[in-house]
């Protein structure tokens, strides 16, 4: 199991940003978590990706309990946890290269780091091409991260994620910021590295259109409470409707 999760709750303070979510997401899986600004969405992919202990319930991922693991244990399972932001986190000003190596920096001691830093291997090198390739831009390996678009750097990001050797991949709305087209060439590439490497993949998505024809598994929240968790197959569009509407009447 990659994610196992029992009443989890979380509040911000005396804010409730979630509340009682129970759910399992297997190894290998590609789950789109959808709802309305504010729902949880980011507070969730938090807690799985163990950037935060929750407040209520239990958080288990890859088969460990975040809270209960000590900081070298915990650092360990971050390393199989990669995050892509919303903002994807480039250092803009840096070879795409660089930025595609920041990827295995969490596995390095401070020596590696300053050699990766300084000069990487041949294999890191050849690594980071290779991971571009996939992600369709190998040409742009030492192009200046900032000269790109917002779509290339998008890939970037995801060749850093890769570079990382995951289990499991968390991206928090990574399409908000480029056109339908882009957006959905992006899915795509996600779902496609997700079944080939059998990488878990939890994506907050906000194109509820997207989710639809791309994610065989839904998850709605709405107030920070589970409103369905569905195969797509399996869900209706007065679910989708209701899950929006229900919120704005509020
Ligand atoms: N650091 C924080 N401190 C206090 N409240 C927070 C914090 N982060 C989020 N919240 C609140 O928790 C709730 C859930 O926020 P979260 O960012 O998880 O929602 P979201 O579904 O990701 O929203 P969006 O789609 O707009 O990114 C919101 O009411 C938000 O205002």
Request: charged share 25%; proline share 4%; with cysteine.
């Amino acid at each position: 199991m990659s994610v196992h999760l029992k009443q989890l709750g979380h509040r911000y303070g005396e804010h409730r940003a979630l509340h009682d979510i129970s759910l399992d997401i297997k190894a290998g899986e590609q789950v789109a978590l959808i709802g309305p600004s504010g729902c949880g969405k980011t507070t969730l992919l938090r807690l799985i990706g163990t950037q935060m202990i929750p407040t209520e319930g239990s958080v288990e991922v890859l088969s460990q309990h975040p809270a209960e693991l000590n900081t070298h244990t915990l650092r360990q399972l971050r390393h199989q946890i990669a995050t892509i932001p919303q903002h994807l986190g480039l250092v803009p000003n840096v070879r795409v290269i660089r930025n595609v190596l920041n990827g295995g920096l969490g596995k390095l001691g401070l020596m590696d780091t300053v050699r990766q830093s300084l000069t990487p291997s041949r294999q890191e090198r050849q690594m980071a091409h290779e991971l571009l390739d996939r992600a369709g831009i190998g040409e742009k390996l030492y192009d200046r991260t900032d000269s790109l678009s917002g779509g290339q750097q998008q890939r970037v990001a995801v060749a850093r994620a890769l570079y990382q050797k995951p289990s499991i991949i968390l991206a928090d709305e990574p399409v908000s910021a480029v056109d339908p087209m882009r957006a959905r060439d992006m899915i795509r590439l996600l779902i496609d590295l997700s079944k080939q490497e059998e990488i878990t993949l939890i994506v907050s998505i906000h194109n509820l259109e997207l989710a639809r024809e791309f994610f065989p598994r839904l998850i709605g929240l709405r107030a920070g409470q589970l409103a369905f968790d569905s195969a797509v197959s399996e869900l209706s569009d007065e679910q989708c409707r209701a899950l929006y509407q229900l919120d704005h009447d509020a």
